[in-house]
């Protein structure tokens, strides 16, 4: 049970009252991100990161991974009581949470949405430490070409598979490759794109792209269209659940985990695909399909469950590969990254540590969220009633100190000003932000892999394929790739057929 | 999942989304323009050398550039994003964004000359006042107060030294 020790060490690690005090922290500022609309769990950890340098990365990595799971949570709420969902994947709860809450049932739904995360957190964080040491000990086997080519199909699935528009999925892939090459080359020490400006030289912090791109972006988009009429809360009481809702609860949420966890740990898995099949299938399964639509408990219970679950399987990747799948786990990574730690399958070898109280942190974060959700959740509805000037104006004044803490120069501030009008303008015309982030984060590496690999082959380009894991994944790209041109000739050509396949028009109906 | 761009967004944009096509194409020409420029000897160690990715990078920028002008011109458009907050029946309002932009770039004129806790009050007070706000004297209070706490609490709390600024011997 090595593992189990393992695991047992990193409780001791984050038991201790400092790293426990950062948990607390880190699942009420996540929770109250989560609920407040117009931020995240991947920009309040963006403002973070300036203020963590002096923390130390255990403490730090536990603070986000509360940030982390506390924005699920948050986000639930909002939803479920605003009927506005902030990210796509709380879509599905808004539509049966928000009915349920309209017929008076708030109480239940948060109540099901909160346990059914706790549930789906603390079965997908099991997954997650005995799983990743698995993956862990096939990876380090792995040579660069492997990795090179697991690195492009994480790029190519976060481009081409999530979003609406694949042309702008590229196009954002392209502008975060783009502000990655930015400074000097450390193989060879050649300036790339610095434009003879010395202060380029060293490159553009990530920490300074993600607060621009994240929160002044973000801050500056809603400014330009923020809503003036008054959206309604549902006011709410303490949840709870009576006998039945929870006979009817549990089943979904058990479900749910199984959609949401292996999603989350693909490449290009998501939350989004998840939550719709969760609601499809509850659909098809519920005793009382008529409900649907109208407030049913079972499709508030199974999306919840699938979303979080999701969220621990996208740590799989994170920690085992150093792989990030959505927008927070790349901050995280860039978190990483920010204290001289080397992401990929070593990590759980040099930072033993740090990891395993990473993943015990995990547990008592879901805990603690449990505990601080089912009591207080009127508490945090009151959130949403903090003006929205002082919260927006709020957003800005963090982003500029953290961006100005980095390196204390104004300089800093004008590209954070550039980058964020980069950002306003990719909201405006539908550029998706997870390729330029993760684009940003994995170009660098990308390249290294790439000289690496064709330098161990002697400038061979044999040496891209020279283990049957590359040529495997290399596979995969070309079918994920070719899969949409295939679909669309089908769709043409094809039989006609129920459309089945349509879980949006399902959704819907 | 598959080609669906224009999602009913109000506010018809025409075809002012090829200026992002322009953008990335000038992007792209950049990049690659770059890499040119550096000299890179061939060497055993380092095959690939300095300029394949940029090359590799601009070349993507240009064929998306290419790609998305032909997207907007067949009638192709980005859905623009939506939010808790965000209301999209109305189009953009200017007169919120500039005077934030111009909050925004006051500080960073500011910030070093006249140190953080006077750039930072008038980057919340002003950027509380864009946004809407017209209770000067409590918004007024609260920027002071915010810029003063985040001062203090870099100091002791986490050894950053803002700068001071003109305020150095007071504060």
Partial sequence: MDVFNLLMQGFATALTPMNLMYACIGVLLGTAVGVLPGIGPAMAIALLLPVTYNLGPTSSMIMFAGVYYGGMYGGSTTSILLNTPGESSTVITAIEGHKMAKAGRAAQALATAAIGSFVAGTIGTALLATLAPFVVKFAVSLGPSSYLSIMVLGLLTVTAVLGSSKVRGFASLGLGLAIGLVGMDPVSGQQRLVFGIPLLSDGIDIVVVAVAIFAVGEALWIAAHLRRNKTETIPVGQPWMGKKDWQRSWKPWLRGTAFGFPFGAMPAGGAEVPTFLSYVTEKKLSKHPEEFGHGAIEGVAGPEAANNASAAGTLTPLLALGLPTNATAGVMLAALMQFGIQPGPLLFENEPLLVWALIASLFIGNTLLLLINLPMAPLWAKLLRIPRPYLYAGILFFATLGAYAVNMQAFDLVLLLVLGALGFAMRRYGLPILPLIIGLILGPRIEGQLRKSLQLSGGDFSGLFNEPVAIVVYILVAVLLALPVFIRLWRKYGPQKPSTLHLEDQVRA | ?171
């Fill in chain 2, 1 to 171: 999942m598959s080609q669906k761009t224009d999602a009913g967004t109000p506010a018809s944009k025409g075809r002012s989304e090829l200026g992002i096509a322009a953008l990335l194409g000038a992007a792209g020409a950049v990049v690659l323009v770059d890499a040119s420029r550096i000299a890179a000897p061939y060497s055993q160690t380092d095959v690939v050398g300095p300029r394949t990715m940029p090359i590799i990078i601009g070349a993507l920028l240009l064929v998306s550039a290419a790609a998305l002008a032909i997207n907007v011109l067949r009638g192709g458009r980005g859905q623009a994003e939506e939010g808790e907050d965000v209301d999209l029946t109305h189009p953009a309002d200017w007169k919120t964004v500039l005077p934030l932009v111009g909050a925004f770039v006051l500080n960073i004129l500011l910030i070093d000359a006249a140190g953080w806790v006077i750039s930072g009050t008038l980057l919340f007070w002003g950027s509380v006042w864009a946004l809407g706000s017209r209770h000067y004297i409590r918004d007024g209070l609260i920027s002071l107060g915010l810029a003063l706490a985040t001062f203090y609490g870099f100091y002791f709390g986490l050894g950053i030294k803002l700068p001071a600024g003109i305020l150095a011997g007071v504060l």
